[in-house]
C-alpha cells in the first residue's frame, strides 16, 4: 500500500487552505499552490492567524505552531507538485477549471502521485476522464471548517483502484479525520440529504407554514444542533444552498430549489433571524413532520440506490453536521410505521416514486470492523461519531467478529484499534442512566456479564492479540486493552479509569488486569485517582509496551513487521515512590491525611488525598476491596447492583464533565 508522507494542495482560498492547515498539523510535509503567489501568502496567512488563535486560547503551544508553519510551503508552480504522494485540489466550483487543473497535472506528477478532488457538486467518474492514470484518481469531500470538522467523504470513481481506495483511507486515519466512504452519485451522503433539509426550511417560510425563528427553533431541537437552517446558511453562505441544490435537482421535484432560495441567494443579502418563536403546537408538529418526511425520503433513497451504509449517513450527520442523533437512529427512534407515514406523505407532495429500504433490516450499522492481511487481522472500534463508546450492539459485533478472526487457521496475529480520536472512550454512560432511571440494574448487570465473556475470550485468544491505542482509552476501553498479549500506544494516545470519579467502578476486569499487568499498587492509584496518563506516562508505568509512529502501526496491521513481545521495564524514580506509597497506606489513611510519605512528597501525598476525596466513597472502597482481594474478573459483578442503586453513581453518571460532591450514599 502506498504510504503518504507529502501532500499538495492545490487552492489556497478558504477551504483550501483549512485542508493544509490540518495536514500540517498532522506532520504532513504539505505545499499550497494556486495561481498568483499573493492568493498562497494570503492562505498562508490566514494559516498562522488561525493557528496563533489557538495558542491564545491554549489549544497549541508556541513550539507546536511553529513546527506546524515549518511543514507548510507555497508555490505557484504546479510542477513543484510532482514530489507529491497526493495532490487535492481544491479550487473553485467550476468544472471546466478542475478538468483543465487535473490534465495539467497529470503532465507533471509520476504514475503513482494521487489525485483528489473535493468537489462537492460535480462527478468524481466526469473529472477522472481527464486525468492520465484514472486508477489513482478519487474524490475526498472535505467539510467546512476543514481543519477542525473530521468528516471526510472518499469517493472512488469507477476505475479508482483498490490501492488507491486502501492508501486514502490510511491516510484519512492518520491526517485526524473520520472517513465514510460512498458510490459517485451527485450530493454524495451527507449534502444530499442536508442541502434539502435547507431547501425544505426555505419551503415552509415560502408557503407561510411559519416564520424563520420558529424554523430554526423548532429544527434545533429536533434535530439537536446549536444552529437552526437559516442561521447556518447565514454562516456558510446562501448561494452555497442555492448552488448545491440545484446539482441535486436531477433526482426530481422534491430537489427543485425553491424560489425564496433563488430570490434570497441571487439578492446576496443573508436571512433575518429577528423575529419571535411561534407558540402554536401544531405549527411546530407541521415543521418537524415535513423536515423529517425530507430527510427519511432522501436518506432511504440513498439506501435504495446502494450509495452507502446506514452507519455512512448516520456518521455523516453526527460529525460533518454536528447532529445529536442521525437520520438512522432518529428512524429507528420513530420505528417503521411512523417512517413510512413520513416518507409517504414527502412522495406524495413531491410526486416522487416510494422508496423501499425502510425498516430494521436496512438500518443496521457496523461499528465494528475486520480486516485480513495474510497471518494478520485487524479490527477496528468504528464508531468515531460516539468516541467508539461500548454499548450493547459494538460488544456484540466485537464478539462475533474477534470470533471469526480467532477460528480463521491463518491468523496468528490479533490487532484491536481504533478509528477517529479514541481507541474506545469507556461505555456509554447513557445506556447506564436509562437503566437506573428505569430501575432495570438487572440489564446492566446482564450487559457487564457479557462483556466480560468477551474480554475473557480475549484474553484467553489462542492467538498472539495487540492493543494498539491509537487515542484516548477511558474506562471499558482500557479495560479492553488490557486483554491483549502486547500494549502499544500512538504519541498522542490518552488513558485512565474515571470510573470512581463518576460513582462506579471497573467492571470490565479492570481491578483485575491492571493489578496483574503493573501490581496491586500501580492498580490503585490509576483506579483510586483516575489519574489521566499520555503515551510517556503509561509506558513508564508499564501500562504500555511501548510507543509507535503512525508508520509503524502502517507496517504491522499490514503484515510488513511483526508485533513485538511485552515489555516488562524497571519502574522509574517516579513510579517507584508512588508504588511504595500504595503499598505502605491504605485507602482510609490516605483519605485522612494520616499516611506515610515514603517515597513521596509531602505535596504529592496531600495531592492524592484530596483527589482522592472527591471521588464516590462507596465506589473507591468497592475498587480497593477488589484490588486487595484479588479474585478474578468475574468478582467485579458482585456488587454492581449495590454500586449501580447508590444515589451517588446516578449523580455521577448524569454530570459527566462537572464537579459534583458525593455524599456516599
Known amino acids: 500500500m502506498k504510504i503518504i508522507n507529502t501532500v499538495g494542495v492545490v487552492g489556497a482560498g478558504t477551504m483550501g487552505a483549512a485542508i493544509a492547515q490540518k495536514f500540517a498539523q498532522e506532520n504532513f510535509k504539505v505545499i499550497l499552490a494556486d495561481r498568483e503567489m ?58 471546466h477549471a478542475k478538468a483543465e487543473l487535473f490534465t495539467t497535472l497529470s503532465m507533471y506528477v509520476g504514475a503513482d502521485t494521487i489525485l483528489a478532488t473535493n468537489t462537492s457538486s460535480f462527478s468524481v467518474n466526469e473529472l477522472a476522464a481527464y486525468v492520465k492514470h484514472p486508477e489513482r484518481f478519487v474524490g475526498l469531500h472535505y467539510f467546512y471548517h476543514a481543519a477542525k470538522n473530521r468528516l471526510v467523504e472518499i469517493i472512488p470513481g469507477k476505475t ?61 431541537e429536533v434535530f439537536g444542533i446549536g444552529m437552526g ?11 452555497v444552498a442555492y448552488h448545491s441544490e440545484k446539482t441535486l435537482e436531477r433526482f426530481g421535484q422534491l430537489y427543485l430549489v425553491s424560489e425564496l432560495l433563488k430570490t434570497q441567494a441571487l439578492s446576496g443579502k443573508m436571512w433575518n433571524l429577528d423575529g419571535e418563536v411561534a407558540n402554536d403546537a401544531n405549527i411546530k408538529q407541521t415543521i418537524s413532520d415535513r423536515i423529517l418526511g425530507v430527510v427519511f425520503f432522501v436518506c432511504t433513497q440513498l439506501l ?44 406524495d407532495r413531491y410526486a416522487m416514486n416510494m422508496p ?66 479514541a481507541f474506545v472512550a469507556g461505555a456509554d454512560i447513557k445506556f ?46 482500557l479495560e479492553l486493552a488490557l486483554c491483549a498479549d502486547v500494549i502499544l500506544a500512538m504519541p498522542k494516545a490518552m488513558m485512565a479509569f474515571p470510573e470512581t470519579g463518576i460513582g462506579i467502578y471497573p467492571g470490565l476486569g479492570g481491578t483485575q488486569r491492571s493489578a496483574l499487568k503493573m501490581g496491586k499498587a500501580i492498580s490503585k492509584y490509576l ?84 483527589t482522592m476525596c472527591r471521588k464516590a466513597p462507596i465506589a473507591l472502597r468497592l475498587a480497593a476491596q477488589l484490588i486487595d482481594e484479588a479474585k478474578g474478573t468475574d468478582s467485579e459483578l458482585t456488587y454492581l447492583r449495590k454500586i449501580f442503586t447508590t444515589s451517588d453513581a446516578f449523580l455521577g453518571l448524569s454530570n459527566i464533565g462537572k464537579q459534583v460532591v458525593y455524599e456516599g450514599v
Open 38 to 95: 499573493s492568493f498562497v501568502e494570503r492562505g498562508i496567512s490566514n494559516i498562522s492567524k488561525m493557528l496563533n488563535e489557538g495558542i491564545e486560547r491554549k489549544v497549541f503551544s508556541q513550539e507546536q505552531v511553529n513546527g506546524y508553519m515549518s511543514n507548510i510551503s507555497g508555490t505557484v508552480d504546479l510542477k513543484v507538485l510532482k514530489q507529491c504522494d497526493l495532490i487535492v485540489e481544491a479550487i473553485y466550483e467550476d468544472f
Open 160 to 220: 479508482t483502484s483498490q490501492e488507491t481506495i486502501d492508501a486514502v483511507k490510511a491516510f484519512s486515519m492518520l491526517s485526524g479525520k473520520d472517513a465514510i466512504s460512498c458510490k459517485d452519485a451527485y450530493g454524495f451522503v451527507v449534502n444530499r440529504f442536508f442541502v434539502p433539509w435547507l431547501n425544505e426550511s426555505v419551503r415552509l417560510l415560502e408557503e407561510n407554514i411559519a416564520n424563520i425563528a420558529t424554523i430554526d427553533a423548532v429544527c434545533m
Open 229 to 239: 437552517p437559516f442561521a447556518l446558511m447565514n454562516a456558510t453562505g446562501v448561494p
Open 304 to 347: 435504495d440506490e446502494a450509495v452507502c451504509h446506514a452507519v455512512d449517513i448516520n456518521r455523516g450527520s453526527k460529525i460533518g453536521l454536528k447532529w445529536r442523533k442521525g437520520p438512522i437512529e432518529l428512524m429507528q427512534a420513530f420505528k417503521k410505521e411512523t417512517v413510512i407515514r413520513f416518507v409517504a406523505s414527502t412522495a
Open 356 to 421: 423501499f429500504s425502510i425498516g430494521e433490516q436496512y438500518w443496521k450499522m457496523q461499528y465494528v470492523d475486520l480486516n485480513i492481511n495474510g497471518k494478520t487481522a485487524v479490527i477496528t472500534m468504528n464508531r468515531p461519531e460516539d468516541l467508539n463508546a461500548l454499548n450493547e450492539e459494538v460488544m456484540k459485533q466485537l464478539d462475533e467478529l474477534f470470533t471469526a478472526a480467532e477460528i480463521n487457521s491463518t491468523i496468528e496475529t490479533i490487532y484491536i484499534t481504533g478509528a477517529g480520536k
Open 432 to 477: 447506564f442512566i436509562k437503566n437506573i432511571k428505569a430501575n432495570s440494574i438487572e440489564n446492566i448487570e446482564t450487559f457487564t456479564a457479557y462483556g466480560q465473556t468477551v474480554f475473557n475470550k480475549i484474553d484467553k485468544s489462542s492467538k498472539k492479540v495487540v492493543a494498539i491505542i491509537n487515542g484516548l482509552a477511558l474506562g471499558g476501553g
Open 527 to 610: 483506579v483510586l485517582t483516575g489519574t489521566m496518563l499520555h503515551a510517556n506516562d503509561a509506558l513508564d508505568a508499564g501500562l504500555v509496551d511501548g510507543i509507535i509512529t503512525s508508520e509503524t502501526m502502517m507496517e504491522l496491521t499490514t503484515g510488513v513487521a511483526l508485533a513485538p513481545d511485552a515489555n516488562h521495564q524497571i519502574l522509574n524514580e517516579k513510579w517507584a515512590g508512588l508504588k511504595m506509597f500504595f503499598e505502605q497506606n491504605n485507602l482510609e489513611t490516605i483519605l485522612n491525611g494520616q499516611c506515610k510519605m515514603g517515597s513521596v512528597t509531602v505535596d504529592v501525598a496531600a495531592r492524592i488525598s484530596k
